[in-house]
């Protein structure tokens, strides 16, 4: 089974024994130990997001983002065959979980926030996804001397335990630009 697949199966069974069409990333972390924790976090926060920025050639519409850190799964995804009308629980095995990975995940310190960085009309704009901070700049190397600072003013009024962080977290920036060709004046 791909993971997309295995995670989306996941998100279903997450969904289905809460009585809520809603998760986190997180969740799905805990419940897919096997798998790479980076791909499983890619996968729902950008690869199977529809409402997420466009990094991947390959995506899947399995979830949208409805706000900081939490995902629903969308209505035509929510059962494997909705003509047949049964369960998801009924079809599908479970995939390397118990349940206890349905009941208050333990503290697990993240060492990273991501922040994905775009180009838009002539600045570059920065959006962390674990964190609420946004920023911009004229050249990159600004934007990185602001998304610096933004995290260190916001990480000086919040606790990093509280968030899931580790003390001193990491900043992974990813950037999206466009491959579109370049037009030559002549």
Known sequence: MKIHEEILNVARRLCIARRGWTFTPAEIVHALPHLNERSVRTHVVSRCCVNAPKHHAHRWPYFRRVS??????????????????????????????????????????????????????????????????????ASLDELLVNLREAVVLYMSDEDPVVLGLTPEPRLLISYETSVRPLLCRV
């Not at 799964?73 to 065959?81: Q, T």
């Not at 206890?100 to 002539?122: D, F, N, Q, T």
């Open 68 to 137: 900081r850190g939490v995902y629903e799964v969308l209505k035509e995804f929510r059962e494997i065959e909705p003509n047949v009308g049964k369960k998801f629980e009924v079809l599908v095995p479970q995939v390397a979980e118990t349940q206890a990975a349905y009941e208050p995940l333990p503290a697990i310190a993240r060492p990273v926030i991501h922040a994905v960085v775009v180009e838009s009309e002539g600045h570059y704009v920065a959006d962390c996804l674990e964190v609420a901070i946004a920023t911009q700049g």
